[in-house]
């Protein structure tokens, strides 16, 4: 598990790396484990085809779209913000995952 701390340093070498940039949209799935801790299991139904995107900001927000299957997963990242769009409630057929995450953004 990766600490706080250790993700703002990360965040932060990045930005100044990038510096005409003020916000950055990452979502490779081993960079959002290193910048912000999301780590979805890849045994459990609930993160199968699922997908994040983390929004990063120079002012050091840091901001997870994950549907709200994956809150679990949500809940143990190190973020600022969590927005979780609804994607499935059990009651009706499920969408399409990646539309929803990008209509989310």
Known sequence: MLTSSGCESRRRR???RVTQMDWIVISDPASLVYFANFCPSPFEFRS???AAVL??????????????VQEPFAKA???T?????????????????????????
């Open 81 to 105: 913000k969590i927005i979780p769009p609804v994607w499935y409630r059990c009651i009706e057929s499920a969408g399409h995952r990646g539309s929803l995450l990008v209509e989310s953004t």
């Open 55 to 68: 929004v990063l900001g120079r002012d050091g927000s840091v901001v997870l779209i994950a549907d709200n």
């Open 77 to 79: 990242a190190l973020v």
């Open 48 to 50: 199968q085809g699922a």
């Open 14 to 16: 990045l930005f100044n």
